[in-house]
Structures are given as structure tokens and as C-alpha cells.
């Protein structure tokens, strides 16, 4: 069964600097999607950036970036230029596939506080 | 757009009662799904359905019965409700089911006394 492993409970980076969270996975799948999500206090769940496994490039989307180790079954997220609004819970998650459970298994969870 | 909208939005139960959660998708997807959240244990899967008519079982399913009579609406219910069960809950949708972003309502908290 898939598993998706998030260490680091907190986080905190001082406004525009930039903070990377971890992330690692367990698939037995060779080409599958990799989701960082965001849940501000607003409770709304919102998708960051998707990578896709068999693509070599990192994906990009804006100020986020992931660094996708495939060999090493890790997929970080990179936040430069931290702003106030970049505050949340951050949700890693991979596709449940083959199993009974469904679409996406999630991490649980590093809360990133910013500081002014 | 609508996207997918949940009610109630908050709801205190007493112990035993039973209610029902409304999960509306507009985006004609296939697959739903309904989720809770708990503190330190992130996002875990109740139930699901591939599509009108289907559910099945996810990691957490007990004390819950889901019905998908219409592809756009799921609903998740709680025949006798327990403190347990005091979580927020969430309903998500999606197109492609292994390689699809899963769009997600707002969340519903439940309180159950």
C-alpha cells in the first residue's frame, strides 16, 4: 500500500525568504502524479502543483517548485519569496492506485507559520 | 462556478442522533469521494464512488453509509452518531481517478456532545 510520509509537523521562514517542505512517498507504481496541496485558515482545500513522474523537469508555478527525487522516492516543495498569504497547512499526497481506498492518500500535514 | 458546494457547513449532534451530509458537484465528475479530518492525522478516505449509483469503502468506514443516486450529488450519513466522530468533514470530486486533481468543498465541521 501506498504510504506518504510528511517530518516535519511545523514550519516556520521569515517573510520573502524562501523554506522547502519534505516529503516521501511509497509506490510500487513506475509512472504516477505527486499533488502538494494547501489548506489556509479558511479550511479550503487548494492544489499548489502536481508533478508528474515520468517527467525529468521539476514542476513550476510561480514562487513554488518541487524537487522530485524519483530513485529516492522524495517530493519537496520549494516556497521562495514567502509571503504573509503563503501561511497554511501543506498536504503532500500520491494516488492510491490498484488499492480499495480510493484517489489520494495525504501526508499528515506540515503547518507553515510566516513571520513578518 | 459552483464547483462542489457541502452543507451543513457546522452541525452540533448529541450523541445518537443522525444526519446527513450533502456533497453537489456541477463539473459532471465521476468520481466522489467523502474525507475527515483530524488533528495530526491529515485527510483520511470514508467512502467513495466511481460514479452514479456506486460507493465503496475507504480507510475509515464504520459508523457511516454513503448513497450516489445522482451523479452529481453524494451523500455521507451518520446512522447513530458518537463523540468519535467529531471531525471536519470533506467531500471531493474528480475526473480522472489515479491522475486527476481532486477539487474540494469547503468542509463541514461536525461536533457531536
Known amino acids: 500500500a501506498q504510504t506518504v510520509t510528511q517530518s516535519q509537523p511545523e514550519m516556520s521562514v521569515q517573510e520573502a525568504e524562501t523554506v522547502t517542505l519534505s516529503c516521501t512517498y511509497d509506490?510500487?507504481?513506475?509512472?504516477?502524479?505527486l499533488f502538494w496541496y494547501k489548506q489556509p485558515p479558511s479550511r479550503q482545500m487548494i492544489l499548489v502543483i502536481r508533478?508528474?513522474?515520468?517527467?525529468?523537469q521539476n514542476a513550476t508555478e510561480n514562487r513554488f517548485s518541487v524537487n522530485f527525487q524519483k530513485a529516492a522516492k522524495s517530493f519537496s516543495l520549494k516556497i521562495s519569496d514567502s509571503q504573509l498569504g503563503d501561511a497554511a497547512m501543506y498536504f503532500c499526497?500520491?494516488?492510491?492506485?490498484?488499492?480499495?481506498?480510493?484517489?489520494?492518500?495525504f501526508g499528515k500535514g506540515t503547518k507553515l507559520s510566516v513571520k513578518p | 462556478n459552483a464547483g462542489v458546494t457541502q452543507t451543513p457547513k457546522f452541525r452540533v449532534l448529541k450523541t445518537g442522533q443522525s444526519m446527513t451530509l450533502l456533497c453537489a458537484q456541477d463539473?459532471?465528475?465521476?468520481?466522489m469521494y467523502w474525507y475527515r479530518q483530524d488533528p495530526g492525522m491529515g485527510l483520511r478516505l470514508i467512502h467513495y464512488s466511481v460514479g452514479e449509483g456506486t460507493t465503496a469503502k475507504g480507510e475509515v468506514p464504520d459508523g457511516y453509509n454513503v448513497s450516489r443516486l445522482k451523479k452529481q450529488n453524494f451523500l455521507l450519513g451518520l446512522e447513530s452518531a458518537a463523540p468519535s466522530q467529531t471531525s471536519v468533514y470533506f467531500c471531493a470530486s474528480s475526473y480522472y481517478r489515479d491522475t486527476g486533481e481532486l477539487f474540494f468543498g469547503e468542509g463541514s465541521r461536525l461536533t457531536v456532545l
Open positions: 508533478q508528474e513522474a515520468y517527467k525529468q
Open positions: 509506490t510500487s507504481e513506475s509512472d504516477y502524479y
Open positions: 499526497a500520491c494516488p492510491n492506485y490498484g488499492g480499495s481506498q480510493g484517489n489520494l492518500i
Open positions: 463539473m459532471n465528475h465521476e468520481y
